[in-house]
């Protein structure tokens, strides 16, 4: 390395060290957060086109992850009315249907009533919308006149504004305390070490580097999912959940399943936030409806442990570590099964027997 390019290395990162080192004393601490939370109330949007009357009402306009939303739809049609009803199931817009229920409720003589409620799960934080229902109806009655002439129409509801956050504590503001000339001192002193340490192994670096001349090749990689595979195992033999560590767990197993993807189908998975990559699957060509459905409820299960310090029970940390190896078979490509069609802890277990 030339002696100039040494030397301008040198400086850069002693800057760099005792910047680091030296940061300013006088900062203003940042104010606490003096918001009061806003009262959920609940929303109801009404539209009625003909014989057909729609109501829509959700339970409460705002949601705290990991609470649930109730949605209520109520169908109010003259007797005779042929009423198709949109069925809601799996993904609904940026919430998740978790459960859904019939009614028969009271109606007004001579019309017909129906009632549904779901429940829906939240899960990505910020400004949601419950999207537009259609409803569509066919009039096969006799007319006052006499013919059988059929009328058909649709109704249309409006979306509801859903306001999502997280149940996570208020952080105060960072205050910074005088540091003592003497550790001031001190830390100069390891910056200057840590530098010449640095500075040594670039040097280092770059010899072999000139005297190797060429890279050397690459090896063959393993296969996407063989590599995943892998590191399930080794996650599982960690132990982790046994040992207490759930949320690191929940982080290790979401991550590893976000690289998986990049790996196998190039999606620049782990650099999204999980509302980025919810979007950007909604749009992939790569999965169908039941691997984007399991991917929604995967992100589901991981984001509040991840974030809000949810305790899942077993049943829920079997669910995802399970989700998270069908996943990764499924989507195996068809040349890499044929040539590995077990996974490797399946490898290891039929040869031990």
Same mark, same amino acid.
């Given at each position: 390395?030339?002696?100039?390019?040494?030397?301008?290395?040198?400086?850069?990162?002693?800057?760099?060290?005792?910047?680091?080192?030296?940061?300013?004393?006088?900062?203003?601490?940042?104010?606490?957060?003096?918001?009061?939370?806003?009262?959920?109330?609940?929303?109801?949007?009404?539209?009625?086109?003909?014989?057909?009357?729609?109501?829509?009402?959700?339970?409460?306009?705002?949601?705290?992850?990991?609470?649930?939303?109730?949605?209520?739809?109520?169908?109010?049609?003259?007797?005779?009315?042929?009423?198709?009803?949109?069925?809601?199931?799996?993904?609904?817009?940026?919430?998740?249907?978790?459960?859904?229920?019939?009614?028969?409720?009271?109606?007004?003589?001579?019309?017909?009533?129906?009632?549904?409620?779901?429940?829906?799960?939240?899960?990505?934080?910020?400004?949601?919308?419950?999207?537009?229902?259609?409803?569509?109806?066919?009039?096969?009655?006799?007319?006052?006149?006499?013919?059988?002439?059929?009328?058909?129409?649709?109704?249309?509801?409006?979306?509801?504004?859903?306001?999502?956050?997280?149940?996570?504590?208020?952080?105060?503001?960072?205050?910074?305390?005088?540091?003592? &000339?003497?550790? =001031? $001192?001190?830390?100069?002193?390891?910056?200057? !070490?840590? #530098?010449?340490?640095?500075?040594?192994? @670039?040097?280092?670096?770059?010899?072999?580097?000139?005297?190797?001349?060429?890279?050397?090749?690459?090896?063959?990689?393993?296969?996407?999912?063989?590599?995943?595979?892998?590191?399930?195992?080794?996650?599982?033999?960690?132990?982790?959940?046994?040992?207490?560590?759930?949320?690191?767990?929940?982080?290790?197993?979401?991550?590893?399943?976000?690289?998986?993807?990049?790996?196998?189908?190039?999606?620049?998975?782990?650099?999204?936030?999980?509302?980025?990559?919810?979007?950007?699957?909604?749009?992939?060509?790569? &999965?169908?409806? =039941? $691997?984007?459905?399991?991917?929604?409820?995967? !992100?589901? #299960?991981?984001?509040?442990?991840?974030? @809000?310090?949810?305790?899942?029970?077993?049943?829920?940390?079997?669910?995802?570590?399970?989700?998270?190896?069908?996943?990764?078979?499924?989507?195996?490509?068809?040349?890499?099964?044929?040539?590995?069609?077990?996974?490797?802890?399946?490898?290891?277990?039929?040869?031990?027997?």
């Amino acid at each position: 390395m030339p002696a100039l390019r040494r030397t301008l290395l040198i400086l850069v990162l002693t800057a760099i060290v005792q910047s680091a080192a030296c940061r300013s004393e006088s900062e203003t601490p940042a104010t606490e957060p003096t918001s009061q939370p806003v009262a959920a109330r609940p929303v109801t949007r009404t539209t009625e086109q003909g014989p057909l009357k729609v109501t829509v009402t959700a339970d409460r306009d705002r949601v705290v992850i990991p609470e649930q939303l109730k949605l209520t739809l109520h169908i109010e049609a003259d007797a005779g009315i042929e009423v198709t009803v949109p069925k809601l199931e799996g993904v609904f817009g940026d919430f998740g249907v978790a459960a859904s229920a019939e009614n028969e409720p009271d109606c007004p003589e001579y019309s017909q009533c129906k009632e549904w409620i779901y429940t829906l799960d939240s899960f990505l934080p910020g400004e949601r919308e419950i999207p537009a229902l259609t409803f569509s109806f066919r009039d096969a009655r006799e007319k006052a006149d006499g013919s059988w002439e059929v009328y058909e129409d649709k109704v249309e509801t409006q979306p509801i504004g859903i306001v999502i956050t997280q149940s996570l504590a208020d952080v105060k503001g960072p205050v910074n305390l005088p540091m003592p &000339f003497r550790y =001031k $001192l001190l830390w100069w002193g390891l910056g200057a !070490v840590l #530098a010449m340490v640095l500075i040594a192994l @670039a040097v280092r670096w770059w010899r072999r580097r000139e005297a190797v001349g060429e890279a050397v090749p690459v090896a063959a990689r393993v296969p996407a999912h063989v590599w995943a595979l892998q590191q399930l195992d080794k996650l599982a033999a960690e132990n982790l959940i046994h040992r207490g560590l759930i949320q690191e767990y929940y982080y290790r197993i979401n991550g590893l399943l976000r690289r998986y993807i990049e790996l196998r189908f190039g999606l620049m998975a782990g650099e999204q936030t999980s509302e980025e990559f919810l979007r950007a699957l909604g749009h992939s060509g790569f &999965f169908n409806q =039941k $691997l984007k459905v399991m991917l929604h409820e995967f !992100v589901q #299960a991981c984001d509040p442990v991840k974030y @809000a310090r949810h305790r899942p029970e077993a049943e829920e940390i079997s669910w995802v570590q399970t989700s998270a190896r069908d996943f990764v078979m499924q989507t195996a490509s068809e040349s890499s099964r044929s040539r590995d069609s077990s996974p490797p802890q399946m490898a290891r277990e039929e040869a031990a027997a």
